[in-house]
Structure formats: C-alpha cells, structure tokens
C-alpha cells in the first residue's frame, strides 16, 4: 500500500507539478505567517517578528526544494530537464554530433554484426536437447574412426546411453526434371537418439535395419519432403527412387532440426555394416565419424578416461588390425568443439579486431567530448557560480554522453542489418550457421549493453575532466590554465589510438601478405580456360567396371565433339577441390617391407596432363596402351621422384600402391608437381595411373575441360553438360566450376578474414587520422594568442607550421612504437591464417608504419597550416 | 544533505537510530491527539516538551511529507478561524498502529537506557 501511496503520489505531482508547488508554497506561507502571528502576540513589532519568523524558517526557497527534493518524482524530473539540455546543446552543435554518433554507429554496427555471426558458432549450444552431453569420437592417429573401433567401443564402453557412426553419402534422385544428387548421410542406428532428436512424422530407424543386407529405408528432412514432395503426407511409407533402387520413406524430420555434422544433409540411411568382419572389409577403413550421447553423470573427463583405457588394452575377442590400433588413443571432445573447432581462431581474431576498432571509436569520440568540454569551460563555470553541485554537472555530462551513445546505437543497429548481409555475402561457404544469421534478441541486447558502456566509458573522463577544474578560474578566463592538463589526457588518448590502429593495420598486412603468396603459389597446371565438374556413375548399369569405363569414353568423346573445347580428360580426384584419396606405395628396391609413406592416387586418362598442361619431366605421359591386362604403368611427381630416388633415374622403377594384389607398377616417366590444396606449402607425394590399371574402377570422377578462352569456360557448362547427358541421361553432373573459382574458394577463408580485417584497418586508419587532426586543431584554436605572440616575436610561418607538425608527428612515434610492441604480441593469434609470411614479417611492419606517418602527417598539416597563417594584430587585438 | 535524515522507519524495520526518529513519533503523537496544521504541531510540540524539543520547520515539512506518503497521516486544506486556509495533517489507522508501534518502541529503548544509566559496579 504504501508503495503504491509512493507512486500515486509522484504521479501526481509530476503530472500536476504546478498544483502541488502551489500548495507547498501556501503551507510554507501559512507556516511564516502563523510564527509571525505568535511573535506579535508575545509583543515583537510587527517588523521584528517577521524577521524572527524568516529567521526560523530558513531560506523558505531552500526548504521547498527540499521537500520537493525528497519524492522519487524529482530524480525523474532532474532526468527530463538533463536530457532536453541534453538534446539542445547537441542540436547547437550539429557537426560535433553527427561525427561523434556516426562514428559510435560504425563501432557499435560492425561489433554486433561479429557478435551476431560468432555467437551463435562460438558460444550458443548445439540446437539439440542437452547438446553439452553429446561427444565427438576421433582416432588421435587419424582423424576418422574405423567401424571396428566403434564396434569395440559399443560393446565395451559404459560411458554412453546411444552412440552412431555416420559417413557421407550422396544418392542420386531420379525423376522430375534432372536428375539431382542428394546430400545425406548413412548412420546407425542410434544417430538420432545421440542428436535427441526424432521425426515429426514417421519413425527413426530400428536396429533390425542396420544390418547388412538390411531393408532399403530412409528418413528425409522437411526441406526434401517440401522441395521434392510438394509436403505430401502420404510420402511416409512410399518408396522414392535412388540410383535407380526404391527405398521405403520411413520417417520425415521436424522443420526445426539442424544436422550439425553435415549441414546440408537432406535424407538419412542406416549404415548397414557388416557385424563379422575381416581385416580387407571396408569394415577397417578409416571412414567413420562417431559421435555419442554422455551416459549421465559421465563427466567429459571420465569419458576420456573410459575410452583411453579401452584404447592402450585391447582385448583378445575384439582384435584390431594394425592400422587401428589406437595405439595414440582417442580424441573425445564435445561435438560443439568439434564443430566450432576449424573456424574459431579466426573467428576470435576477427572478433577481437572489431573489439579494437571499437575501442578506437570510443578513443575519438572521448576526444572530441574532452575538446568540446574544454570549450564549455566558462558555461560550466557559471553553473558551478550559480550553485551547481559538482555531481550535478558530471550527471549532466553524463546524460549528454549517454544520449550519444544512444544515437550511435540505433544508427548502429541499422549499419549492423546492412553489415550482416553484407557479412553473409561475403563469407566462405563451410561457415557453420551462416544461413541462421540474423539479428537475434541477444544481438540487440549485446548492441543496447555495449552502447549503455560505451556512453558511460566515453562521458566519465570528459565529465571528471570538465567539472575538475578550477571553475573559479574558468570565469575569469577562458583559455590558460588548465589546458595543459585536457591536453595530457587528449594526447594520451591520440597515442593509444595510433597504436591500436598499428596493431589493426599490421594485423591485415599480415594477412594481405599471405594472400598474395596464396595467389603467387604455382599451382603446378594452367587454372585459367578450364571447365571442371563431377559426374557420379549410378545404378545397376554401372556395378561393372568395363561399363563405367565405356561410359567414359563415351562420354569423353562426345564431350570433345563440343566446339570450342580443346582439350577434355577425366580425373578421379581434382586439384584445389578439397579432396585428398591417398594411399601407402610400397618400393620394390627397399627390398625390407619398410612402410615407403603414402602418395596421392591420381586415376586419370591418358589427355589429363595437356588438358591441364601439366609438364612431362622425363620419360612418358600415359597412353592407350596402359589399360587392364597389360603392364601396369604409372607415374610419379617430381616430389616422388626425388625423396625416394634422388640422384637416381626413376623409369623402371617398381613399386606396389595401394591394396596389395601382388602386382607392380612401373614408373614410365616423371610431372611436375601439382598442388592438390593451395594451403599445403610442399608438394605431396603423387602417382598417376589410368582408371583401368587400378584396383577398380571409380564411381565418382571430375571431368576437366580445356577451353579456347576464358568465357568459354565459365558458359560452357550447359553444353559439355548435355555432351554428357547424350551418352546416359540419368547421371548426375555437380560441382560445376571453372578452374578458377576453386582457386578462389580454396582461398576463401583467408580472403574472407582478410576483407573483414582490411575494413576495420582502413576504419581505424581513418578514425586514427581524425583523431590526431581533432587534437591538433583543438590545440591550435586553444593556443592562437600564444602563436600570435611568437609570431608577433618574429617567428616565421615555417617555423610555427614546424611547431604544430612536430608535435604531432610526436604523438604518432610514440603511437607507432606502442603499437609494434602491441602488434607483435597480437599477432599471435593470427599465426594458424598466415601463409608463407611469418607474424614478424619486416616488409608488413615497415609498410603500416610509413603508412601511418603519411597519414597522420596528412592530419597535422590542416590544423599547422592554420596556425601558420594567424595573423598576431588579430590575436593580440582580441585578447 | 545526509541520507539517513530521509529514511523512514517502518514496523520490519527496528531502527537503532534513536535521535532520527524521534521526530516521527512527536508528529505522530501530536496528531493522535486532534487534527492540526504544521505550525500548530511545531507550537505543540515545544510547549508540550517544555522547550527541550524545537522543531526546525524545513525538517518538519520534510517530514510531514514523507509521514503522508506512508500513509500514516492524511492531509486536507481546511479553512481555518478569520477565513484562512491551512494544511492539516490527521492520523490514519496505518499511522496509529506506527505510532503505537514507535511509543513501544521508544519505551523499550528508554528503559534500556534508564537500566544501563543506573547500573552500578
């Protein structure tokens, strides 16, 4: 009751605030009349007991603003006539308003487009129900797990309630217009009672169909169901048909749902192994991801615990072939780790970047709160004269401050809704929820809490600064003491922001620098005019070797018919794709069963190498004698040919590659090397054989077409496709590409921190430049009569402009060699991005810093300029 | 200025501030015992107490203020004898049971003190 009492009250007195000032004024009028009264009556002269009266009551004014003073209602009232000064004094100075707001706007829009992009990879959790207890299986040896080591782990772990192994698999969907192939996975069993997540409709799968020979059945994402299936509810328990095979829809997942390990994932089939296994089965291939959900009470480090005491001891009725052994245990770590795991370092560098570039923002607009307060000086003066408590005025700056901040949040948040889509245009394809990205409710609240510290941040120094001075001074004159000490802070302030804009600077050197090595690495083949795509061999029809190898040809052929194509070959495995088949080459001069490393398997046509102008060393390109059934022929890269034959002749050579059928390849000749990921900084170990000496056939191979120009190559596509499609209509052509935008998707990671980071160094060079410039002009307007008088003294216009740009130039050095200490801490962080450059990099540092000089030489010749033209009968006259 | 001359003390609240009170509880009993106006409470107060109480009127208004937003006193404008109008304050059932509260309060303070006053070695 009594706090309702409480608010009615304030109400009312705020809404009727002249009604109650009325009746406080007759009470206390009342009061002094009534003493007065009494005084006369004890006999004082009329004259007399008035005064005694004032006397007792005090200041009458004084003890209404106290009363006035002690509701809740006045704390809002002192609230709204700050911030309407508030708002005046920013409307009086329109200019120093829009920079200062704009330039918070900038800071505050690009950190919450980063917080928005990172937050959800970095920190929100999986969108899976207790997604912390989900755990992420890998062999410390080589990454991917074999389906035996899952097969021990379930039998012999009592860490985990549910655990699925899952692989890749890309099914080709017929009918409709084209025939399209269908990112999937196959997993067991359990893979969504791990995730916590199971179809809308339908069922997940039983453990009676993850079995070998087990049923054709599949559960399909809303997104296929909607795409492909009009959203039709009698799909569940109808077949659709994938290579040519029908398979029974059992299950349709909920729209929400989100597969985190194959984010493009739209149909899932159980992975259907083999339980009895030999050591040749595909049952030991390192080809499995594994993850599991925590048993619980498990903690991550039992977990760990557990599954590296089942790794170091094997057990005798769960054998494990050598290449599984686990002899380097097991890797566990929560799935969001894994997920966020490749991106994060960038992500933190990029982060802290637009950290810095805030505290730039802030810098500046301090800066210019600190010159405007030394302009303010004789008003705050004449506040303080007038009564003003010293808390008072700082609570007025503050207001000020924080109506600022205000502005440049909101106009922050419209540069962070233009900024994110320009984010999402610009990031690299394989960065986890970028379609999800949108300004979420904790984007705003980050944007709103950042702008609320920013304007306490920004308002506190110039406030203490303002109202610390010595008021009484500051009425009397208006420009001597004092401003040295405004000055020290001011500069202290331009030093850190040179510095931390070096930081930024040398940061996207770095990163500049690395690129440009990206781009200078020889690729070892021609990128430009060449056409790629992938053709998957699917269906019955393709189960025989010789068949798919009659397709090639075929298709070959009538690719090459095409006008315009030069040059067409095929390949199993296409440089700078992101696809790595590699397998373990044994030589027949180590005549001991030494493992001999293992080498890039190359399954091309014999027109591969002028297709992609790949030079001939010595000896022979493969020709169309090397086919099944006679000597097997290969070739190795100059890599192979001088770590295991150095000064040795190569040709003739013997040696056995992959599974091991007793049979021996011979090298007929040596190429150069070719680089299969741009980021790998040697060449691997490489051998190129034709598709029909290897041990089968491939299903799965790239078509690279030769083209006469460059445009040829980009508007191709649908020509070479339908070449293709004249031979088996029914194939899938994907990943249609021209040689050089792999190029530039393999480099798009770096390219994309890169632009993000030559953004906030360009702004920090620009904020950095209008900073030195603010100060220095500040400081020429606040030292005129002093540069009139040495003017006056004689001194010439050359030496007042070597005066002012001396001093500012000053404050960059220090600047500069704060930052290069500063850089070369943070660079740090940026080691796992470079690329053929080192963090010290001489040629970056020296670069930011002549760059930095330039600049801010640029922004102290105004403010010099001005001062060297002040005429001192002006100054002098006006003093 | 200090904050503790604002503070109000309420029954959850024992306070052991026995100067900042004090000037509660005059008001209170003062009023409990007919309507009045603030002046008429300062008078009372003073010839009441014999002098030993004088009642700044800035701290009374103060205080009168905040005693009617805890809704221990009413107030109305009445008109007064010579066709004057006035403030008077009057007790509210809420500002008996305070004061009640606060007379019992005091007491068991006051004794305290009488007992440690006459205690002896």
Known sequence: MSIWRQLTRGLRTLARRGETDAELNDEVRDYLDRTTAANV???????????????????????????????????????????????????SNLGFTAVSAIT?????????????????ILFKSLPYPRADHILAVSDVSSGPVTFGTYREILQRSRSFDALAPFKPWQPTLEGGS??????????????????????????????????????????????LWHRRFGGDQAIVGHTITLDDDPWLVVGIMPPSFEDVTDAGADLWMPLQYKTVFTPDDREWGHHLRLIGRERAGVTLAAARADLNQIARAPRPDLPRVPWASLANGLRVESLQDQVAGDVRPALLAVFSAVLVLLVIACVNVTNLLLARGAQRRGEFALRAALGAERGRLVRQLITESMLLSLFGGLLGILVAVAGLRAFVAVSPAGLPHVASMHLDGSALTFGLLLTTVIGLAVGVLPALHASRDDLQAGLQETSRRSVGEHHVTRRVLVVAEVALSLMLLVSAGLLLRSLQRVFAVDVGFDSSNLLTMQVQLTGPRYRQDDA????????????????????????????????????????????????????????????????????????RLLNAHDVAGQPRAALINQSFARSEFGADDPIGQRFRFG?????????????G???????????????YITPSQWHWVDNLVSLVVRTRSASDASSMAPTVRGAIWSVDRNQPVVRVATMSTLVSTATAGRRFALVLFEVFGVAALVLAAVGIYGVLSGSVTERIREIGVRAAMGAAPTDILALILRQGMMLTAVGVALGLIGAAAATRGLVTM??????LDPPTYVGVVVLLFGVSAVA???????????????????? | MNASRNRTRRMDQPNTDVIQGTLDLLILKTLSLQPMHGFGIARRVEDISRGVFKVNPGSLLVALQRLERQGWLDAEWRQTENARRAKFYTLTRAGRKQLDFETADWRRRANAVARLLSAEG
């Not at chain 1, 599974?659 to 190429?671: A, L, N, R, S």
């Open chain 1, 104 to 120: 918070l706007a900038l800071g505050v829009g690009a950190t919450t487009v980063i917080f928005s992009a990172i937050n959800p």
């Open chain 1, 834 to 839: 470079l690329f053929g450059v080192t963090r």
């Open chain 1, 178 to 223: 084209e025939p399209e192939r269908l990112n999937g996975q196959a997993v067991g069993s359990d893979f969504f009672r791990v995730l916590g997540v199971m179809p809308a409709r339908g069922r997940a799968f039983t453990a009676a169909e993850d079995r070998s020979g087990g049923p054709r059945v599949i559960v399909i994402s809303d997104a």
């Open chain 1, 659 to 671: 599974p091991d059928d007793g049979q021996w390849y011979t090298v007929v000749g040596v190429v």
């Open chain 1, 860 to 879: 102290c010749w105004m403010p010099a300029w001005r001062a060297a033209r002040i005429d001192p009968s002006v100054t002098l006259r006006a003093e």
């Open chain 1, 41 to 91: 009556a004890r006999g004082m002269s009329r004259s007399a007991a008035h005064r005694a009266a004032r006397l007792e009551l005090g200041n009458p004014t004084v003890t209404q603003e106290r009363v006035r003073n002690s509701g809740w209602e006045h704390g809002v009232e002192t609230l709204i006539v700050d911030v309407r000064y508030g708002l005046r004094r920013l409307r």
């Open chain 1, 548 to 619: 798919k190898a009659r397709f090639l040809d075929e298709a070959l052929d009538a690719v090459r018919r095409v006008p315009g194509v030069t040059e067409a070959a095929f390949t199993q495995q296409l440089p700078l794709s992101g696809e790595f088949d590699v397998y373990g080459v044994h030589l027949e001069r180590n005549s001991d069963p030494k493992d001999d490393g293992a080498a890039l398997r190359y399954a091309v046509t014999p027109d591969y190498f002028t297709a992609m102008r790949i030079p001939l060393v010595r000896g």
């Open chain 1, 673 to 687: 090397d070719v680089k299969q990921a741009i980021d790998a900084l040697d060449s691997r170990k490489a051998v």
